[in-house]
């Protein structure tokens, strides 16, 4: 997958780790997915008829970047536009539940938010339908985007352009963007818009266009690496970027600096569900570790990795730093440590029920592990819900002695764990909402207190089951 000493690169990365203060500038979505069965052909039509079972609703187009930010420990500035409707409601709440702020989002009565309808089965995508405006945006709405860019210009080490051509980043906006963070030596990484002209984005420090893109720029096919590098060259030459970043799907990323300077970064996709959120994944890795002060040779491998996780999933998935090192560490996208949206997933196609405990569990005891052991006999899967570093700081007034990466790899190496969770809140109450344990495990201590989480074990059913803390010699 990666020489032993790029892989060693890749992994102190991510357990080093610090997030920089991000900002993304673009067109923000609302993502619909209706998930449902085909058990018929309609009579009406040679079509299949789908039962829808459950509607998901999640942040996309430029958002998706935000949420892909969020799930890396990243907490970004988002500009862009949300009308005065119920989607754009609905965007903030969602917004807002992630907790990011939603300060800088305004709903404005001349936009119309963009909801992007998806229609999936447990194996595909049957149809997506999109309901937008034409596009215009008022020069007050402009004035606006501007005015809350360069209010944050000198709080942030690393800029985001999403453009999805829906109107929020006009020419003279991704000019100012791209100036601007040259003058203060911020790295300003875009995305460009489908129909817009590539040399909009002249100066930039990385572009990521896809294949086709990269096609209707330069005008011929891109089949081979001669005719993929012909591309590049012409690229580079209307774009004069640092070096770009040309995403070509199934055959990875190419790093392009001029006719001697370049590198081909192969994928190893096993499987691919759905392309889906691939590009802005690559384009969150890339900026991140940009904005963190790491070179193109180490992020657009990094951002390989993300992009071939992204595809396992149906639909935008944000992925955490987990499964990016459980991929880096074990060469399969499959781990025990894992993002809520991965297990809840996992668990939609899976009838055995699970039991569910939660903590710090940090200065990991042989108490803990006796505690973990006895939990794992528990009728169903076990899952271990830890605090993030970030959460135990706001509780505690300092940081673990173990960050939360080495505490889950240390509590996924345990057969009686099936999964391990890492989660913002102060308590698990919106996690046992979701998962919707049969039974919630405490230790023996907590009997006779009112729980955190009680109203939710409640809400949901569950039985609460408390242990006494076992050693390994079974003394309680």
Not at 205 to 232: C, F, Q, W, Y
Not at 302 to 312: S, V
Not at 344 to 365: C, M, V, W
Request: hydrophobic content about 45%; overall charge negative; proline content about 5%.
């Amino acid at each position: 997958m990666a020489s032993s000493t790029l892989k060693d690169q890749l992994i102190r990365y991510i357990l080093d780790f610090s997030p920089p203060k991000m900002m993304v500038v673009g067109d923000l979505m609302l993502d619909q997915y209706a998930w449902g069965k085909v058990e018929r052909i309609s009579p009406e039509a040679p079509i299949p008829v789908v039962k829808i079972t459950k509607d998901e609703f999640r942040l996309g187009g430029a958002a998706s970047v935000v949420s892909n930010l969020k799930a890396l420990g990243v907490s970004p500035v988002t500009v862009g536009l949300l009308g005065q409707d119920e989607a754009g409601e609905r965007f903030r709440r969602i917004y807002t539940e992630m907790g990011l702020d939603p300060a800088d989002l305004e709903l404005r009565a001349d936009v119309t938010t963009v909801v992007k309808t998806r229609v999936l089965t447990e194996q595909q995508q049957l149809i997506r339908m999109d309901r937008e405006a034409d596009g215009a945006v008022s020069n007050e709405a402009r004035a606006w985007l501007k005015s809350k860019v360069i209010a944050h210009l000198d709080q942030v080490q690393g800029i985001v352009l999403s453009d999805y051509a829906k109107g929020a980043l006009d020419e003279e906006l991704i000019r100012f963007c791209i100036e601007e963070g040259k003058k203060r030596g911020i790295p300003v990484v875009a995305d460009p818009g489908k129909g817009v002209p590539i040399e909009r984005y002249q100066g930039v420090t990385s572009i990521k266009p896809n294949r086709a893109e990269a096609e209707a720029a330069v005008g011929h096919k891109l089949t081979d690496n001669p005719s993929i590098l012909a591309a590049a060259k012409k690229l580079q030459e209307k774009i004069k970027a640092d070096f770009l970043s040309l995403s070509l799907d199934r055959d990875g990323l190419l790093y392009y600096k001029n006719d001697t300077e370049y590198h081909f970064f192969p994928t190893q996709v096993q499987e691919v569900f759905d392309v889906t959120g691939a590009g802005d994944m690559v384009i969150t890795l890339l900026s991140v570790m940009l904005a963190t002060g790491d070179g193109p040779m180490l992020a657009l491998p990094m951002a390989n990795l993300a992009a071939e996780l992204e595809i396992n999933h149906m639909g935008v998935v944000p992925i955490p730093w987990a499964e990016i090192l459980a991929l880096i560490e074990t060469g399969t996208p499959h781990s025990k440590v894992t993002s809520l949206d991965f297990l809840l997933r996992d668990l939609a196609h899976q009838k055995e029920p699970i039991s569910f405990t939660n903590g710090y569990f940090d200065q990991l005891s042989a108490g803990h592990l006796g505690f973990l052991l006895e939990a794992g006999k528990i009728e169903g899967r076990l899952v271990v819900a830890i605090n993030s570093d970030k959460s135990i700081q706001r509780s505690k007034g300092s940081l673990p002695v173990l960050k939360e990466m080495d505490r889950a790899r240390l509590l996924a190496s345990l057969d009686a764990v099936h999964r391990v969770l890492i989660f913002e809140e102060e308590d698990a109450s919106r996690l046992i909402n979701l998962l919707r344990p049969k039974k919630v495990i405490k230790g023996a201590q907590f009997k006779g207190q009112r729980l955190p989480e009680q109203q939710a074990i409640e809400a949901v059913g569950a039985e609460l089951v408390y242990l006494p803390v076992i050693d390994f010699y079974g003394r309680s």
